[in-house]
Structures are given as structure tokens and as C-alpha cells.
């Protein structure tokens, strides 16, 4: 191309360049060049949402629903803080967005101009790497490498500030093909030779348990994981970011481990001898008491970020990778080298696992006359047959979502793991649904967090996004009162919430309302919101005062929990 | 006291880049005891030395995460090499009557050298590595000093002697 072309023109040019569709955005003064040039692009399909958090968010759950990178564009100054919480979101759960903020003008950045923020000051710490293009010769370039950093090695979010100048400037552009990147060359193949350490010291174990996280949905490792630990039968767990990575119904899954885990598979943990962790990272939130976390195994830690690998605890087979390289390799080695069949070797230690299922399972106290949370979990799975994509908001929510919905597929779960930004769900199921349109999507939500970005009704009623929305309405903030309940002899300091009528809500958006407040109310309204081709909100009127059982109180050991 | 460790950044130059170095250390709780920094023969190169102390672990983290910043082109703990390590300080010491001639015999005892005179001072540039340093300061600290700037360290890798 010998043409010149605006700053705007090269952006547009860009995105369809990195494959992109849709991009969740909000305009302003600086970015009316962009927005202007938007009229022009067929092939670009431009959201508009209500905040620029719900942005950030829509394009998160659109990258994790789809894999592919989500796409956010806020204006400069309060447009681009708006969108922090979202970068934070998705920084903390290695989630490749793409988030555009418009800028002053070159000459005018350090004047406290109008609308001016030092976004990439602030975004600093919580983005894998951002940038202020300067010059719009550098404009092409800039976000080519910025869409391949967000996706390549650990994934992340990348913000990249244009100035209205850049924007209105004009040049004859390159379109760089390849990138190079002197300082940056994740390491994807992992060593054969930790590798083949690594499978000697797993069958060797007599107690062996894998500890899967995240990684494994990022880098589409779920079969490869489940072909694995299929082979040799061995017990799996999982963090909340990395459900669905394995299928919920095989016998061999524990369930979620650490805070809110099961008996089960905090047992196994506790006793294992070789832990072979996939892709996660030894969050606080899964390990309690460190000391105490699997004290008497060996571990194995797979991982393609190295500085997540014995930054909480030491290990003894790093494997620095990508997850489903270094589970093909296992693979392979277990296919070239015949094995025992190990459920006779480990068959006392999978009893044990077996018994530890059957002393403690997941469950609740069922009621006749009150609607219990979990329940409504439990129909919406059977309901889908487990095959929707489901978004959750934060606290009680999230953590019942995680326990009861028995997910099947990795890329069906999109929750904000690492910060728990209430507020998320929704707008994030806005995100899977454009990503996957003719998919069932339902944020299991609470009645406090829906309404941190309820905004975003009118524009799932405008985009004929037919989102469904599950509130577990308890009238409080349900996860602090929980604690409060348990540690703070009952003083219900603010976690009693007030919340608007949904069913009206909805009803004012445009949107469709029902409501259940008896058990038996449940089942029909979960059927009428998935016959009804439109968002929908479902107010579940739930016990109030229910508590997520099994809990490991803070700072305890993962052993020491909770169990009603 | 935990060990002290110089580190050896090699980072693009462009803006921002050293914020993003130090914005590491004070997000996560790392200390930096000493920074210097400058461009290398190729622009677009700078080197970084900075020392920091920790135990292994928090080591192996700062250099994991120097190492993962995209700007971040090589990073080498000099400490764990035979290398050689020098800091600089500028000192202006009170120095009448009978002390001035304390003042300069330290001076050339430390290889010190003076680059300012008035008829009450001596500024004097010392060179050493930290022991050095805290030692000579040290003493000129009993005859009274006015005015101290010192710089970070600066460490090099030793050659390989065949
Ligand atoms: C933005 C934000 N503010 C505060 C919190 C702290 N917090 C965690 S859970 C929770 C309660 C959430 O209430 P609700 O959405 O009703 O969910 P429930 O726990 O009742 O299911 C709060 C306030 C948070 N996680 N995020
Ligand atoms: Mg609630």
C-alpha cells in the first residue's frame, strides 16, 4: 500500500489485520476521529456500552469464550480510568485484551489538559505491557505488537493510548507481517528432560493428585489433561480458573480445591506425596496456611510465566512451558513406554480418595418452604445439561456457581478469579454472547453485584443479546455477611442490601422479569427464561442467611475446614 | 542482614522504561538499596545496576520478574560472578586549622581526590566499592562534614583470566 492514510484509517486497518470483529467501546472527544472512521467499516461491529468498565469486562469474557483477543476503545481522561478495574480483572486472570484509549494531544500531554490522565502511569502495574504511541509512524507497528503480546506467553491485558493527534495525523503505512521482539521470547516448549523427570517422580508416587489451574483453559489443554490423567487414574482437582479444564463427571475429579474446595480435595492435597501442579500458581485462596499446604509432597510445577514457578512455594521439578506442550510430551512418553496399570498400584490411595468423596460431599440442607442457592445451580445445570456458558458475579455466587455447576468443557466458566471485581458477570456475559451467539449464556449473580454494572441491560436489550441473568437475591452482600456471621458474632455491619424490584427492572429495560420465591417456583422460571429468546432476569428470592460450605477460615491450614 | 545483591539490567531505552523497573520493586514489596543508569555503546540500549538484598527466594522472584517485563533484554546477578564494584561519593568535610591536614592525610591514605578547596573546606571524590566507602565516611564523619552526595554502585563482570 503506497496511500496515505489517517491515524484513524491504520487503526481500523489494524483490528481487521489482528481478525478482529467486534469491539466494546465508548466514544469521546479524542476518539471522535476513530468513531467518525467507524461509519466507514462494515466489517467492524462497534458495542456500545453504558460504563467503560462493562467494556473492559465484555471483551474479557469475549476472549475467554472465544480464545481469541477482546477489544475495548474508551476516551481519554475518565473514559480510560473507568476501564482500570476491568485491565486489573483481567490481569489477575491472564486474560488477552486489547483496550484502546484515546489521548490529548501529543503537545498538550503534562498540562493537566482537559481529559487528560496518565493512563498508562496508572495502568502500569495491572497490564502486561502498555504503550503511548507518539508518533503515527509507529501507530501499525505498535498494535500489531501490542495484540501479540497480549496473546502469546502467559496471556495479559495491553493498553495502548493514542493521541488525537496520532489519530488525525496522516502517513503511508507499513504493516509490519512479523514481529520480533528482541526482549520478549516466552518459552513454549517445555524441556524434555524436566519432562521425563517429572514422569518418573509421578510414577513413582504412590499418592499422587494434579492441581490444575488456569493455564490449562489459556492454553486449550483440556484434552491433552484429561487424556493424561485418564491414562494413569489419577485424582484431579482444580483452582476456579481452571474448571472445565477437566469434565466435571469423570469419577476421577475431586472438585474445587482451597477455600471453598471440597473435603475431598483438600484431603488428597493434604496427603498427597507427588503433587503435579498444571498451570496455576499457588494463590492464597487455594493453598490457606502455607506451610501446611501439601506438606508431604513432592511437586511438579508446570507453568509458562517462570516467575510463577516457586514464588510461593519451592519446587522440585520446574517445568517451564506451555501447558499442553508439556502434557502432549507426557503423553507421548506414557504411549512409548508401557505402564503398569496404575489403579492397582494406587488402588489404595484412589479408595481413600473414593472414601473421602463419600464422607464429605458437596451438599446442603434441602427446604420445603425456601428457595436454598444452590439448588437454583443444581436446576440451571440439569437445566442446560451443563453445557451453557455461565459468567458469575462475586461472593456467595460465584463460589456456589463453582461448586454445582459440574462444568463439562474448559472456556464455559469466565469469573474474575484473581481481583473478584463484583460486577463483572454481566457485562462479561455480554462479551460470551457476541462471541457465541446462539449459545445460552447466564450470569449466576448476586442481588449486590448485579447492580455494580446493571447499566448494561439496555445494551444487551439494544444489541439483541438474549443474556440470562440469575440472581441469587439473599438481600445482602452475602459473602461478607457470611464472615461476619462466622467471625464477627453476627454484626451485620452494611451487608444488608437493599435491592431495587428486578422484575420491574428488567421490565423497564426492556428486558423480560420473573421472579421465584418458593422451591417449587424455580424449575419453571429457569424453563421460561430459556425458552425466551431475550435477556431475561430471574430473581431468585434464596435463604438469606446460607453460608458456603466447606469454608477454610483465613490463614488456616486447608485442612482445618469448615464443613457446615 | 540479608545479603546484598547487584543486579545487571539491560533494558531498551525508551521512556518509561525505569518506571516500570522501579514501579516492580515498590509494587511487590521489593527494596532497592542503590539504582544507577545510563545507555550502553548502543543507544538504543540502557544498563541498569541496581543492588537489592533478600533471601534466594526473593532473589530468584526480582530477577523472574525483571526478566518478565517486556523492555527487560537480559538480567545477571554480578553477585553470583567474579565482578568488580565501585560507588562514588562527593564529600565536603569542615576542615580549619590543624584538621586540614588530617583531612588531606585520609584523603591520600584512601587515594581520595580533592576537587574543591575553600579556607574552611575540602570536597573530596571518593571511589571504592561500599565497604570503602563506609569506612572513609566514616572517619571524615569525626572532623565534621558539611555536605555528601553519593551515587549507586556500578559493577562489572570480571574477564576471564586464561
Ligand atoms: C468491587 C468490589 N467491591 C467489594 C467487594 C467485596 N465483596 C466480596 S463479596 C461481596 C458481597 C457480594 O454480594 P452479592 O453480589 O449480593 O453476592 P452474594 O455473596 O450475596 O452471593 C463483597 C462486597 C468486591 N469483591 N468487589
Ligand atoms: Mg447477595
Redesign the pocket.
Given at each position: 500500500m503506497t496511500k496515505k492514510m489517517t491515524g484513524a484509517q491504520i487503526f481500523m486497518e489494524c483490528l481487521k489485520r489482528e481478525g478482529v470483529k467486534h469491539i466494546f467501546g465508548y466514544p469521546g472527544g479524542v476518539v471522535l476521529d476513530i468513531y467518525d472512521e467507524l461509519t466507514r467499516q462494515p466489517d467492524i461491529h462497534h458495542i456500545l456500552v453504558r460504563h467503560e468498565q462493562a467494556a473492559a469486562h465484555a471483551a474479557d469474557g469475549y476472549a475467554r469464550a472465544s480464545g481469541k483477543v477482546g477489544v475495548a476503545l474508551v476516551t481519554s481522561g475518565p473514559g480510560a480510568t473507568n476501564t482500570v478495574?476491568g485491565i486489573a480483572s483481567a490481569y489477575m486472570d491472564s486474560i488477552p485484551i486489547v483496550v484502546f484509549t484515546g489521548q490529548v494531544p501529543t503537545a498538550l500531554i503534562g498540562n493537566d489538559a482537559f481529559q487528560e490522565v496518565d493512563i498508562v502511569g496508572i495502568t502500569r502495574p495491572c497490564t502486561k505491557h502498555n504503550y503511548l504511541v507518539k508518533d503515527i509512524n509507529r501507530l501499525a507497528y505498535t498494535i500489531h505488537e501490542a495484540f501479540h503480546i497480549a496473546r502469546s506467553g502467559r496471556p495479559g491485558p495491553v493498553l495502548v493510548d493514542l493521541p488525537k493527534d496520532v489519530i488525525q495525523a496522516s502517513t503511508v503505512p507499513k504493516f509490519p507481517e512479523e514481529i520480533k521482539i528482541k526482549s520478549y521470547n516466552p518459552t513454549y516448549h517445555a524441556n524434555p528432560r524436566q519432562v521425563k523427570r517429572a514422569l518418573e517422580m509421578i510414577l513413582s508416587a504412590k499418592k499422587p493428585v494434579l492441581y490444575t489451574g488456569g493455564g490449562i483453559i489459556l492454553s486449550n489443554a483440556a484434552e491433552e489433561l484429561t487424556e493424561f490423567a485418564r491414562a494413569l487414574q489419577i485424582p484431579v482437582t482444580s483452582t476456579l480458573m481452571g474448571l472445565g479444564g477437566f469434565p466435571g463427571d469423570d469419577p476421577r475429579w475431586m472438585g474445587m480445591l482451597g477455600m471453598h474446595g471440597t473435603y475431598c480435595a483438600n484431603m488428597a492435597v493434604a496427603n498427597a506425596d507427588v503433587l503435579i501442579a498444571v498451570g496455576a500458581r499457588f494463590d492464597d485462596r487455594v493453598t490457606g496456611k502455607l506451610s501446611e499446604f501439601a506438606p508431604h509432597a513432592k511437586i511438579v510445577h508446570i507453568d509458562i510465566d517462570p516467575s510463577s514457578i516457586s514464588k510461593n512455594v519451592v519446587v522440585d521439578v520446574p517445568i517451564v512451558g506451555d501447558c499442553r506442550d508439556a502434557l502432549t510430551q507426557l503423553n507421548e512418553l506414557l504411549k512409548d513406554k508401557p505402564h503398569r496399570d496404575m489403579t492397582t498400584v494406587w488402588g489404595q490411595w484412589l479408595d481413600t480418595v473414593e472414601d473421602w468423596e463419600k464422607k464429605h460431599p458437596l451438599t446442603y440442607t434441602w427446604s420445603d418452604t425456601t428457595i436454598k442457592?444452590q439448588y437454583v445451580v443444581e436446576k440451571l445445570w440439569e437445566l442446560t445439561k451443563g453445557e451453557a456458558y455461565i459468567t458469575t458475579?462475586?461472593?456467595?455466587?460465584?463460589?456456589?456457581a463453582a461448586q454445582f455447576y459440574k462444568f463439562k468443557y474448559p472456556r464455559r466458566l469466565m469469573t474474575?478469579g484473581g481481583?473478584?471485581?463484583?460486577?463483572y458477570g454481566f457485562p462479561a456475559a455480554m462479551g460470551v454472547q457476541m462471541a457465541k451467539p446462539d449459545a445460552i449464556v447466564i450470569d449466576i449473580?448476586?442481588?449486590?453485584?448485579?447492580?455494580?454494572n446493571i447499566q448494561e441491560m439496555i445494551t444487551v436489550v439494544e444489541n439483541n443479546l438474549p443474556v440470562k441473568v440469575a440472581i441469587?437475591?439473599?438481600s445482602?452482600?452475602?459473602?461478607?455477611?457470611?464472615w461476619q456471621q462466622l467471625f464477627y458474632e453476627r454484626r451485620y455491619s452494611a451487608?444488608p442490601?437493599v435491592a431495587p424490584d428486578f422484575v420491574k427492572l428488567a421490565e423497564a429495560y426492556g428486558a423480560v422479569g420473573l421472579m421465584a420465591t418458593r422451591p417449587e417456583e424455580v424449575e419453571p422460571v429457569i424453563k421460561e427464561a430459556l425458552n425466551t429468546p431475550r435477556p431475561v432476569i430471574m430473581d431468585f428470592r434464596v435463604e438469606p442467611e446460607e453460608c458456603?460450605m466447606p469454608m477454610v477460615p483465613a490463614g488456616k491450614a486447608t485442612t482445618e475446614m469448615l464443613l457446615a | 542482614m540479608e545479603p546484598r545483591h547487584t543486579i545487571s539490567v539491560w533494558v531498551e531505552n525508551i521512556p518509561g522504561v525505569l518506571s516500570r523497573v522501579t514501579g516492580l520493586f515498590s509494587g511487590r514489596g521489593f527494596n532497592i538499596e542503590s539504582l544507577c543508569v545510563a545507555e550502553t555503546m548502543d543507544p538504543e540500549v540502557s544498563r541498569i545496576t541496581l543492588v537489592t538484598s533478600g533471601d534466594e527466594q526473593i532473589i530468584e522472584q526480582i530477577i523472574k520478574q525483571l526478566r518478565k517485563l517486556i523492555n527487560t533484554i537480559r538480567v545477571v546477578d554480578l553477585s553470583e560472578l567474579d565482578h568488580v564494584e565501585r560507588e562514588m561519593a562527593l564529600v565536603t568535610i569542615k576542615a580549619e586549622d590543624k584538621s586540614r591536614a588530617e583531612v588531606l592525610r585520609i584523603a591520600d591514605i584512601f587515594r581520595c581526590r580533592v576537587v574543591d578547596v575553600s579556607p574552611s573546606t575540602y570536597t573530596l571524590e571518593i571511589t571504592g566499592n561500599h565497604e570503602k566507602l563506609e569506612a572513609v565516611l566514616g572517619l571524615l564523619k569525626l572532623h565534621g562534614i558539611l555536605d555528601v552526595v553519593r551515587s549507586g554502585a556500578l559493577a562489572i563482570q570480571r574477564s576471564k583470566k586464561e
Open positions: 478495574t442457592p458475579e462475586v461472593g456467595q455466587n460465584q463460589m456456589w474474575s481481583l473478584g471485581a463484583m460486577g449473580a448476586g442481588d449486590g453485584s448485579i447492580q455494580m441469587l437475591n439473599n445482602f452482600l452475602g459473602m461478607v455477611r457470611q451487608t442490601m458456603v | -
